[in-house]
């Protein structure tokens, strides 16, 4: 760390497991063991917008859960803001739709929120905006927001599977180039085009994945010899890297600064 002035992260949903809110793919309490209370034909179909044309009802009774107020910050995200602190980050593209990392103080411009976020919405046939208070306030009644143009319903803008993804994402072909470490943690790098950028480091890059699994390209053997895996719990993972760099009483003071 003491070398890398441009650190990029790539988070997924295991950040925010610790903070309470369940991944995709984990055996047991993983969304798609749990699909069941709502009543999805296919795990995928909650985030397909084939079938949310169809049906938005089990999106909006997830959304409900997931719409960002009811969990907080931890740890992990905390470090990804102390590495702002320092000076150190380029920039974390994350897949997340909790808006943890806004929560925890990480500036709007140094992160990437690839597969969308609720603070905005807007109408998923014509993409026409609508107000984002309006369409939480909507979901939360259990009622399906309307287009006031031609009266589709309205999403979160959240990227379902066979949307694009949000113009900010390709200004990975930028940053990545510039990066001299890529932090890797909580995914299981299964979700392209997002997956992929993990690739887009120069060659020689240190690339380092903080995971309980391996995922993509670590799972390489032999493994590249500029690639790292840190296999653990995140929690515990990161409280030993803030200690190995004698970051504690930052970290304290990040955290007590972001009163939640
Ligand atoms: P995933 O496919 O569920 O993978 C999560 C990965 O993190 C797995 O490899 C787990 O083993 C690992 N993991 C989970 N918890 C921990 C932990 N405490 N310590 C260490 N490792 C852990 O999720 P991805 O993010 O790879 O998949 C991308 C999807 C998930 C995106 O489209 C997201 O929108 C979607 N998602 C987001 C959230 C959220 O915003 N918090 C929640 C659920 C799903």
């Not at 985030?47 to 960002?68: H, S, V």
Request: overall charge positive; some cysteine; aromatic content about 12%.
């Amino acid at each position: 760390m003491k070398y890398c002035k441009k650190i990029i992260v790539m988070a997924g949903a295991g950040i925010s497991t610790p903070s309470g809110i369940p991944d995709f793919r984990t055996p047991g309490s993983g969304l798609y063991d749990n699909l069941k209370k709502y009543n999805v034909p296919y795990a995928e179909a909650i985030f397909d917008i084939d079938y949310f044309t169809y049906n938005p009802r089990p999106f909006f009774a997830l959304a409900k859960e997931l719409y960002p107020g009811k969990y907080k910050p931890n740890i992990i995200h905390y470090f990804v803001r102390l590495l702002h602190e320092k000076g150190l980050l380029l920039r974390c593209y994350t897949q997340n739709i909790d808006g943890l990392e806004r929560m925890a103080g990480i500036p709007s411009e140094k992160v990437v929120e690839a597969h969308g976020t609720f603070s905005t919405a807007s109408c998923h046939l014509c993409y026409t905006s609508f107000p984002p208070k309006e369409a939480r306030d909507c979901i939360m009644n259990g009622k399906s927001p309307r287009c006031k143009v031609c009266y589709g319903v309205v999403k979160p803008d959240i990227v379902f599977f066979g949307e694009d993804l949000p113009k900010q994402f390709s200004s990975f072909s930028t940053d990545f180039p510039k990066a001299d470490l890529l932090i890797v943690m909580g995914t299981s790098l299964k979700i392209e085009p997002f997956a992929n950028i993990v690739n887009a480091v120069r060659p020689n890059v240190p690339r380092l994945l903080i995971n309980r699994d391996l995922v993509g390209p670590f799972k390489n053997e032999p493994l590249k010899s500029t690639d790292v895996a840190e296999l653990g719990e995140l929690c515990e993972v990161t409280r030993k890297f803030v200690s190995a760099l004698n970051w504690q009483t930052d970290m304290d003071e990040v955290i007590k600064s972001q009163k939640l």
